[in-house]
Nanobody, 121 residues
């Protein structure tokens, strides 16, 4: 099994910054893509940013220029630096990691427990 632990959410004023972290542990042979999603009340979960092995990144249009995703493969950790936060960024943020477990061939997606980000106006 693989466990994901998220941290870094909280309450911040508009224009402020937060940094989210998500660390994977357990039965891991390799990690492919790592990403962040968010879900606001009454809305569907949506992609925020994703980073592939080799550090190719992709961002949702609504965070381009404000958020930066990065990864540390030695620590099995993905980060999301969020700057210039807006009230509409308020949501529960989930990390998603595509893992190939030891003695396995096909990768499996795992989700973090979610961390609340609240941006006040």
């Amino acid at each position: 099994q693989v466990q994901l632990v998220e941290s870094g959410g909280g309450l911040v004023q508009a224009g402020g910054s937060l940094r989210l972290s998500c660390t994977a542990s357990g039965n891991i042979r390799s990690i492919n893509a790592m990403g962040w999603y968010r879900q606001a009340p009454g809305k569907q979960r949506e992609l925020v940013a994703v980073i592939a092995r080799g550090d190719t990144t992709n961002y949702a249009d609504f965070v381009k220029g404000r958020f930066t995703i990065s990864r540390d493969d030695a620590k099995n950790t993905v980060y999301l630096q969020m700057n210039s936060l807006k009230p509409e960024d308020t949501a529960v943020y989930y990390c998603n990691v595509n893992v190939v477990q030891k003695l396995k061939i096909f990768p499996v997606d795992y989700w973090g427990q979610g961390t609340q980000v609240t941006v006040s106006s």
